[in-house]
């Protein structure tokens, strides 16, 4: 069982910056491949970012390309996403996801592991 903690989270201005973590409670955490997802109210979870276990690949939602970043460091058992030139429509809570596999997935039905989620606002 793998335990995840997201911090970061914020109320920001639009064109802003943050930077969410995400920290898993075990080394295995580099076995996982990672996955950001955020859900806005009334609507679904949606994938944002995700990462290999080495960080080799990575993929984003269209909406967030050339605008957020996805890294992780193993051996600090952390992940992060860097989120620049933030607008409203990026207000969310945001989570961090592991799963039990060997590739990134979209699905946030695939991922085990979530953590409980941290809340960015983006007033404009």
């Known amino acids: 069982q793998v335990q995840l903690v997201e911090s970061g989270g914020g109320l920001v201005q639009a064109g802003t910056s943050l930077r969410l973590s995400c920290r898993a409670s075990?080394?295995?955490?580099?076995?996982?491949?990672l996955g950001w997802f955020r859900q806005a109210p009334g609507k679904e979870r949606e994938f944002v970012a995700g990462?290999?276990?080495?960080?080799?690949?990575?993929e984003y939602a269209d909406s967030v390309k050339g605008r957020f970043a996805i890294s992780r460091d193993n051996t600090k058992n952390t992940a992060y996403l860097q989120m620049n030139s933030l607008k409203p429509e990026d207000t969310a809570v945001y989570y961090c996801?592991?799963?039990?596999?060997?590739?990134?997935?979209?699905?946030?039905?695939?991922?085990?592991?979530w953590g409980q989620g941290t809340q960015v606002t983006v007033s404009s």
């Open positions: 990462m290999t276990q080495s960080g080799s690949f990575t």
């Open positions: 996801a592991a799963r039990r596999g060997v590739s990134v997935r979209m699905n946030p039905l695939q991922y085990d592991y």
């Open positions: 075990q080394r295995t955490f580099s076995s996982y491949p």
